[in-house]
T-cell receptor, first 117, second 111 residues
Framework: DGGITQSPKYLFRKEGQNVTLSCEQN?????MYWYRQDPGQGLRLIYY???????QKGDIAEGYSVSREKKESFPLTVTSAQKNPTAFYLC????????????????FGPGTRLTVL | GQQVMQIPQYQHVQEGEDFTTYCNSS?????IQWYKQRPGGHPVFLIQ?????EVKKQKRLTFQFGEAKKNSSLHITATQTTDVGTYFC???????????FGTGTRLKVLA
């Protein structure tokens, strides 16, 4: 949506299995983000990447891993170490500043709903 | 992890009534953004406020940034069913690329 693709929309996995969520963007944005949203909750930052080959942990990185080998792609792996992985996962990019001292808006993908059985 | 409480957490209003949500920070913010997430959807950027005391309007929506740049509000006049969703505030953390999102206010509009 809006140049950000997340697939699949719904994902089911058995407990103990690793799973990788895809996020692709064609907006040519440098910074990308992964958020987790639980029912009725806000957005919590898992990982973010300012530029290719660089990424930083967010507030809830434990049990997750990422890579940023290409500008367009920022896949998230939910490992078996994540104790409660069932959630809605949102990928986002950060748009460029158009004015000096202005800040950027985030563009979100449609999300992936992960259910671990 | 860091999250910011928004007030109220939930709000049910009759169509035509006004609605306000508040976002408060303990620290001075460089800017604040507002997003709307429709049920089952993803957050969509609404606006960004940068200046102390700034007020911006988008049709029936009025956004304010506090004089001390520590709080912000979103006010909707005469709500419509299309206003249903969760409204989030967000801001960049201390000059980094990391963003902090509020816990959101879920608005339901009864026709």
């Amino acid at each position: 949506d809006g140049g950000i693709t997340q697939s699949p929309k719904y994902l089911f996995r058995k407990e103990g299995q690793n799973v990788t969520l895809s996020c692709e963007q064609n907006l040519n944005h440098d910074a990308m983000y992964w958020y987790r949203q639980d029912p009725g909750q806000g957005l919590r930052l898992i990982y973010y990447s300012q530029i290719v080959n660089d990424f930083q942990k967010g507030d809830i990185a434990e049990g997750y891993s990422v890579s940023r080998e290409k500008k367009e792609s920022f896949p998230l792996t939910v490992t078996s170490a994540q104790k409660n992985p069932t959630a809605f996962y949102l990928c986002a990019t950060l748009g460029p500043s158009y004015l000096a001292h202005s800040y950027n808006e985030q563009f979100f993908g449609p999300g992936t709903r992960l259910t671990v059985l | 992890g860091q999250q910011v409480m928004q007030i109220p957490q939930y709000q049910h209003v009759q169509e035509g009534e006004d609605f306000t949500t508040y976002c408060n920070s303990s620290t001075t913010l460089s800017n604040i953004q507002w997003y709307k997430q429709r049920p089952g959807g993803h957050p969509v950027f609404l606006i960004q406020l940068v200046k102390s005391g700034e007020v911006k309007k988008q049709k029936r929506l009025t956004f304010q940034f506090g004089e001390a740049k520590k709080n912000s509000s979103l006010h909707i006049t005469a709500t419509q069913t299309t206003d249903v969703g969760t409204y989030f505030c967000a801001w960049p953390f201390s000059g980094t690329y990391k963003y902090i999102f509020g816990t959101g206010t879920r608005l339901k509009v009864l026709a």
